[in-house]
């Protein structure tokens, strides 16, 4: 089946150290987007790619990098200059075009030891 | 400002009544899209239903029906009849043009408990 993996589900992290988030998409979209979650708020928009070796900064894009190496991967990386990470952190992938909706992947939860 | 708005932040109701969940955008462009997804406890957002701002027809699926007035700037999502499946969280989105990429501003989300 066509979707988008994200993994691993749970993911704790200690202080000053980098963790990556992992996601697929087998859904053949050229554009992928990082976003993240804080109880009781909306989605906020970390980096997005709209083609492979290419992505840009979001909203949110301090202490996180990204790589798009494979139009298939899109891994997230959060750095130990990301000095409150807890979250819940929610993966996507659209075809680009702005009237087709974004499919995302089940999510991972970051949190603090 | 917020581009999407979503007022109510948690509603509750009991099974079989209806339950309408408000949403108020704000966008300068004539050509957009909104959207409306689904977050159930298992945290996937599921796609419900898309319009552009060109199609004003209001939508009914099953048990779900959509208003859009472009007059108020508003695309609410009514639940006819509501079960307990559809506790979840869910979301308004509106997709516009920035410099060549169709961003998506999110609403807060609101939160829907349907007891039994």
């Known amino acids: 089946d066509g979707g988008i993996t994200q993994s691993p589900k749970y993911l704790f992290r200690k202080e000053g150290q980098n963790v990556t988030l992992s996601c697929e998409q087998n859904?053949?979209?050229?554009?992928m987007y990082w976003y993240r979650q804080d109880p009781g708020q909306g989605l906020r928009l970390i980096y997005y790619?709209?083609?492979?070796?290419?992505?840009q900064k979001g909203d949110i894009a301090e202490g996180y990098s990204v790589s798009r190496e494979k139009k298939e991967s899109f891994p997230l990386t959060v750095t130990s200059a990301q000095k409150n990470p807890t979250a819940f952190y929610l993966c996507?992938?659209?075809?680009?075009?702005?009237?087709?909706?974004?499919?995302f992947g089940d999510g991972t939860r970051l949190s603090i030891l | 400002a917020q581009k999407v708005t979503q007022a109510q932040t948690e509603i509750s109701v009991v099974e079989k009544e209806d339950v309408t969940l408000d949403c108020v955008y704000e966008?300068?462009?004539?050509?957009?899209?909104l959207f409306w997804y689904k977050q159930p406890p298992s945290g996937e957002l599921v796609f419900l239903i898309r319009?552009?701002?060109?199609?004003?027809q209001n939508e009914i699926s099953g048990r779900y029906s959509w208003n859009f007035q472009k007059s108020t700037s508003s695309f609410n999502f009514t639940i006819t009849a509501s079960q307990v499946v559809d506790s979840a969280v869910y979301f308004c989105?509106?997709?516009?043009?920035?410099?060549?990429?169709?961003?998506?501003?999110f609403g807060s989300g609101t939160k829907l408990n349907v007891k039994p």
């Open positions: 790619s709209q083609i492979v070796n290419d992505f």
């Open positions: 989105a509106l997709s516009e043009a920035v410099h060549n990429f169709n961003k998506f501003y």
């Open positions: 996507a992938s659209s075809s680009g075009q702005g009237d087709q909706p974004q499919h």
């Open positions: 966008t300068r462009d004539t050509t957009y899209y």
């Open positions: 319009r552009n701002s060109f199609d004003e």
């Open positions: 859904l053949n979209h050229d554009a």
